[in-house]
């Protein structure tokens, strides 16, 4: 396991950007599968984008699609998540997950094993 801690949410006007970022402790994180999750008020946490562990490949949740980008960081040990285009319905918690594959992580987030504490994100209208 890994542990997770993420930074860089806050208050962002519709149409702005922020960039999320997750450090990761441990030697397993260039080994997993990494991914970022949301969840808003009075809804379940849903998956929004997900990276293999090279790098190569990522998955995106539609809502995001052509407006986040997932990356990664290997040497650093770092998750990152560019938010671009933001709009009011991207207001969450986001949290930064590892689990085995991004496929187990997207079918359902009782397949991750780690999770990181969350970072707010807010978007005005």
């Known amino acids: 396991q890994v542990q997770l801690i993420e930074s860089g949410g806050g208050l962002v006007q519709a149409g702005g950007s922020l960039r999320l970022s997750c450090a990761a402790s441990?030697?397993?994180?260039?080994?997993?599968?990494m991914g970022w999750f949301r969840q808003a008020p009075g809804k379940e946490r849903e998956f929004v984008a997900g990276?293999?562990?090279?790098?190569?490949?990522?998955d995106y949740a539609d809502s995001v699609k052509g407006r986040f980008t997932i990356s990664r960081d290997n040497a650093k040990n770092t998750l990152y998540l560019q938010m671009n285009g933001l709009k009011p319905e991207d207001t969450a918690v986001y949290y930064c997950?590892?689990?085995?594959?991004?496929?187990?992580?997207?079918?359902?987030?009782?397949?991750?094993?780690?999770w990181g504490q969350g970072t707010q994100v807010t978007v005005s209208s």
């Open positions: 441990g030697r397993a994180f260039s080994m997993l599968a």
């Open positions: 997950a590892a689990g085995r594959t991004v496929y187990s992580m997207r079918s359902s987030a009782d397949n991750v094993s780690s």
């Open positions: 990276i293999t562990w090279s790098g190569g490949s990522a």
